[in-house]
């Protein structure tokens, strides 16, 4: 099932019922499982792994070289899960290092010119809407909704569940469950919607209003003193406080507030 136009490298490896359209090329070191679609004028480059059922739209360039101007040559990777969809000009690029990988998650959706830049870790169930923009070494938690045409600094992290809003510059971690927009970004809320929409009870999202309140409602006052005065209440027993907690707690760039 590969189109006369295609070019596949005889040292790319293709799973079982792999449709490959029109002017696409699949290079070498190229990793494809069973019931992946490339429409048309798709790039794969390797050393790339895809699971099953990938889809990608024209003109997508996925397991391109690290634009890292550290990089020094070494063959560099991308593991990709299954069931992800790339929508048209969409980039994702390769490790810098050989010791390092660019992962991708399954059930991911990425709109049209979005980017994911070298190292990153991307979880499940996340979006990226258009023009959406991903520097080197970020991470992407579970079911997180990026907007069109936010922007992440390398090495921010974007937790579980939480929405950064459209046209947002966000240079510090962006808390899960939370609602992130603005330039510069601020937290705004908690994503109630999205969380009701995620099967979250009633006692989860009390408790995680309470816990925005005490951390994020009193943008002037101390952090670790707030965590210190949540963590004292039944509200920190709470997995999805506890979660936000951790997060915090082990944050290297500072949170968004």
Do not use: W
């Not at 593991?79 to 050989?98: I, K, M, P, Q």
């Not at 959706?109 to 990153?120: M, N, P, T």
């Amino acid at each position: 099932m590969i189109h006369p136009t295609a070019i596949v490298s005889p040292l790319a490896t293709l799973g079982r019922n792999v449709r490959v359209g029109p002017y696409c090329i699949v290079g070498a070191n190229v990793e494809l499982g069973d019931d992946c679609v490339l429409h048309s004028h798709v790039v794969l480059e390797g050393h790339s792994k895809f699971g099953r059922a990938n889809e990608f739209f024209a003109f997508a360039a996925i397991g391109g070289k690290t634009q890292d101007l550290k990089y020094a040559g070494d063959p560099t990777y991308l593991e990709v899960g299954d069931l992800n969809v790339f929508r048209e000009n969409t980039t994702v690029h390769r490790s810098t290092h050989a010791d390092s990988v660019t992962r991708i998650g399954s059930h991911n959706l990425f709109l049209c010119y979005s980017h994911v830049a070298h190292d990153c870790q991307i979880g499940s169930h996340v979006i990226l809407s258009n023009s959406v923009a991903l520097a080197g070494h970020i991470e992407v938690g579970d079911y997180a909704i990026i907007s069109g045409a936010a922007a992440i600094h390398q090495f921010c992290r974007v937790g579980k569940h939480a929405l950064v809003g459209g046209l947002s510059r966000v240079v510090q971690d962006v808390p899960p469950f939370m609602i992130v927009e603005g330039n510069p970004s601020k937290t705004r809320g908690l994503n109630a919607i999205g969380l009701q929409r995620r099967g979250f009870d009633e006692e989860d999202l009390q408790a995680l209003k309470t816990a925005y309140k005490k951390l994020f409602l009193k943008k002037d006052g101390n952090l670790a003193i707030a965590l210190s005065s949540l963590k004292a209440t039944h509200t920190g027993d709470i997995p999805a406080v506890r979660d936000l907690i951790e997060f915090i707690e082990n944050s290297q760039r500072g949170i968004t507030r």
